[in-house]
């Protein structure tokens, strides 16, 4: 008896073919043709044929009968088809990430006594097909970052698988677009397209990023893409960069408060309280409050963590009148920020029995005075020395108008005058007669204005000559 079989599968486009082994004897023998292709799609419908089986048994009669079969734990069937001829058939539909490659066994059997069997091995690989997409490590991630981090400084990683093959299973990151606060989640993180890791753009700042989310995006090399998303948050950490806020009393430098103590006051007497406030959070804001400075250490006392002022013994009548506290507000980060404050303190029942009381502000008024005292004189000096100036100019002026307006004088006799010029002589009451000689200037007969000089050598009786 000699038993031949053949597997026939489908043959490639060019329809070449392989053939893979031949084993002669008495045992019945394959003849196994494949095609140089020897895959088959994971999408593949169940019902799939796959390939033909052929068998062939030189024996006569019941000898010559044939059967094959496969393993029941391949999700393969053979199916006769014509005499001698099988299909190889997909019953479900493959899995190429649960199973990649199948090695199956056929077994041809024949009907003689006692039967003749023979075996052949076959092996077929299942083609990725781009069905599976990303899937990230962990449904949600959450990051912390320090406030005034350094731009470029890694936030966090994300990881994403794929079970594809090669550009099916390649995987890219991406930042999903998206605003925070009214700012671009691009201006704030990156994200590293290959590796998955996410980068700060800029230095954050607690006071105005506390937490955010951002939404980054895994999608294969497939075609076409597939792709998933993954929420990030992010929670920037508290750095001790704010110093403490005092509230009261007052920060302003102008400002000049005093508190008034009873004279009467008992030990533990709530005197004033200090309020402060820190930008930060958790212990970067604890505060603690402590009198750095007194005028008497052992009078007051200040609440640790309330800032309230109280008298630490009674009042008597040997206590200073006026008390200056230096307060120091400290918050509990690390390095510890501080801040101080100044408060004034009167023992006393009403103001007016302390008339010294400008005197605790005597340093400030006084420079203000100062300055407007300086300003004030320097005004009264330049106004009086300007005044000076205008009258000694005034006088120097009028002093030397005439000398000016007789320097060019001549002496024009009478008979060189004009004819809108007389000559007077004395008369009514004057009992002399005086002459006067008539000085002009050069270009005076156009003018109605004379100076007139008296000459005494010329006295002659009864008359006066112009």
Known sequence: MRLLVGVLPFLTKDGVQNIIGNEPG????????????????????????????????????????????????????????????????????LDRELVSDYNITITATDEGSPPLSSF??????????NDNPPVFEEQFYSAYLTENNKPGSSVCSVTARDLDWRQNGTVIYSLLPGDVNGVSVSSLLSVNG???????????????????????????????????????????????????????????????????????????????????????????????????????????????????????????????????????????????????CAMFLLISDNLAEVPELKDLSSDESNSKLTFYLIIALVSVSTFFLTFIIVIVAVRFCCRRKPRLLFDGAVAIPSAYLPSNYAEVNGSGTLRSTYNYDTYLTTGSHTSDFKFVNLNKRSIFPHSAQF
């Open 194 to 340: 290959d590796t998955g890791v996410i980068h700060a753009v800029r230095s954050f700042d607690y006071e105005q990023f506390r937490s955010f989310k951002v939404h980054v995006q895994a999608r294969d090399n497939g075609s076409p893409p597939l792709s998933s998303n993954v929420t990030v948050s992010v929670s920037i950490t508290d750095f001790n960069d704010n110093s403490p806020q005092i509230l009261y009393p007052a920060p302003e430098k102008n400002s000049f408060m005093t508190e008034l103590v009873p004279k009467g006051a008992n030990a533990g007497s709530l005197v004033s309280k200090v309020i402060a406030v820190d930008a930060d959070s958790g212990q970067n804001a604890w505060l603690s409050y402590h009198i750095v400075k007194s005028t008497d250490p052992g009078l007051f006392t200040i609440g640790l963590h309330s800032g309230e002022i109280r008298t630490r013994r009674d009042i008597s009548e040997s206590d200073n009148m006026k008390q200056n506290l230096i307060v120091a507000v400290k918050d509990n980060g690390q390095p510890s920020l501080s801040a101080t």
């Open 26 to 93: 008495r045992r019945p023998c394959f003849f196994i043709s494949l095609s140089l292709t020897s895959h088959i799609p994971e999408n593949a419908s169940p019902g799939t044929e796959v390939g033909i089986i052929n068998v062939q048994d030189r024996d006569s009669e019941n000898n010559r009968r044939v059967r094959c079969s496969i393993p029941e734990n391949v999700p393969f069937l053979l199916v006769p088809s014509i005499k001698n001829y099988y299909s190889l058939m997909t019953v479900v539909e």
């Open 120 to 129: 052949k091995t076959i092996q077929l690989s299942v083609s990725d097909v």
